[in-house]
């Protein structure tokens, strides 16, 4: 595709339940990060993928949180046993080695009732 | 601490009047960007300023980064409803490939 991608777009769950949150991003770019944006609050790193690279983890809030990229292309980024305060909108980018700016997807909005 | 302060916090003018918002640090950055979002969507790339002192223009809207490359201005002329959105400012430290975000300013411009 053009853009990055995200899906879903809406996520409600249950305290205590798994999910697992998807990004395609722009063909060809190396980098991957993943945000989350909480209300009123700015963008929170979370954790970056480079090429065949360790990830960059030293975001990640607690070990509920976990992620991954495979194939060098599509990230899935997974929370476990979520908890109201994960409700947040979660934002992915791509940027090409290097570049200056990342390309952001229209994330998706968590909500953990 | 937040590194990067963006005031004011939310912002609402009438059509046609101009703005300016601030993006404020105790640190020295090698560069600085500004994104603006809009609901639903993720933010979106508006400029990259690198240089102290530099000024860029994109239409109505003027950054400028400042001499110590400490923080930055984004004004906007004449604004317009579809300059409504969430301004973010956002720098990468050097050596550092993730990007640090402002808490950013909230404009509405009343049509």
């Known amino acids: 595709g053009a853009g990055v991608s995200q899906s879903p777009s809406n996520k409600v769950t249950e305290k205590g339940k798994d999910v697992e949150l998807r990004c395609d991003p722009i063909?060809?770019?190396?980098?991957l990060y993943w945000y989350r944006q909480s209300l009123g609050q700015g963008l929170e790193f979370l954790i970056y993928?480079?090429?065949?690279?360790?990830?960059?983890k030293s975001g990640l809030p607690s070990d509920r949180f976990s992620a991954e990229r495979t194939g060098g292309s599509v990230s899935t980024l997974t929370i476990q046993r979520t908890q109201q305060e994960d409700s947040a909108v979660y934002l992915c980018?791509?940027?090409?080695?290097?570049?200056?700016?990342?390309?952001f997807g229209p994330g998706t909005r968590l909500t953990v009732l | 601490t937040q590194l990067l302060e963006q005031s004011p916090q939310f912002l609402s003018i009438q059509e046609g009047e101009n703005l300016t918002v601030y993006c404020n640090s105790s640190?020295?950055?090698?560069?600085l960007q500004w994104y603006r979002q809009e609901p639903g969507e993720g933010p979106v790339l508006l400029v990259t300023?690198?240089?102290?002192?530099e000024v860029k223009k994109l239409k109505r809207l003027t950054f400028q980064f400042g001499d110590a490359r400490k923080d930055s201005s984004l004004h906007i002329t004449a604004a317009q409803p579809g300059d409504t959105g969430l301004y973010l400012c956002?720098?990468?430290?050097?050596?550092?490939?993730?990007?640090?975000f402002g808490a950013g300013t909230t404009v509405t411009v009343r049509a």
């Open positions: 993928f480079q090429g065949n690279s360790a990830p960059d």
């Open positions: 956002a720098v990468r430290r050097s050596n550092d490939y993730k990007l640090s």
């Open positions: 640190s020295v950055f090698s560069s």
């Open positions: 300023v690198v240089t102290g002192g």
């Open positions: 063909s060809g770019h190396t980098a």
């Open positions: 980018a791509s940027s090409s080695s290097g570049g200056t700016g990342g390309f």
